[in-house]
């Protein structure tokens, strides 16, 4: 099932994404959508990749555990949904898109982040065994994300729009580029 969902997920990005690349009316482009459906994408990635290395847990085949991770996904799955425009009557403007969008998109990834967290808090944030804590770094890979996604969600400071999800996107590269499945 998350093969299928996340799947459908990116299919939705790509086909949205073809549509405003091939519109017949032109569009103004804004390259925080591209940045944001890049970052969904990304996300995407990270779920899927997620799912195969957890395999093994035994605390991921809870139902509580499962639960949760489905309505993570389903989060997702809004949020590739919501990344581009659908509409295709009429010139398209995505800074207009952006700002009519945002708050709703950057809460889905505030729920989404938080929903994260508190999994991580309840099931991950030490060791197998429960003696060792979780790091500083921890911590910092877990909140950060989600006072971005806060603070992109409420405030219109144009710079954070770019600046947030680039970092963020280059981070996650950086944590996840040595890591395998398996």
């Known amino acids: 099932m998350w093969g299928i969902v996340t799947g459908l997920a990116v299919a939705d990005l790509i086909a949205s994404a073809n549509r405003l690349i091939r519109h017949p009316d032109g569009v103004a482009w804004d390259g925080r959508v591209v940045v944001a459906a890049g970052l969904v994408a ?58 009519r969008n945002r708050r709703y998109f950057w809460g889905l990834f505030v729920a989404s982040q938080a929903l994260y967290f508190a999994l991580w808090l309840l099931y991950f944030s030490s060791s197998a065994d429960g003696e060792a804590p979780a790091g500083l770094f921890d911590w910092f890979r877990v909140l950060a994300p989600l006072c971005l996604f806060m603070m992109l969600a409420v405030f219109r400071w144009r710079w954070l729009d770019w600046v947030g999800p680039v970092a963020l996107i280059v981070f996650y590269l950086w944590l996840y580029g040595s890591q395998s499945i398996g």
Do not use: I
Request: hydrophobic content about 60%; proline content about 5%; charged content about 15%.
């Open 42 to 99: 990304l996300e995407l990635l990270r779920l899927w990749f997620a799912q195969w290395t957890l395999a093994d847990s035994s605390t991921a085949l809870t139902f509580p555990v499962f639960l949760a991770k489905f309505l993570g996904l389903a989060l997702l799955a809004f949020l590739a949904s919501a990344a581009l425009p659908n509409e295709t009557a009429g010139p398209m403007d995505l800074d207009a898109f952006y700002e």
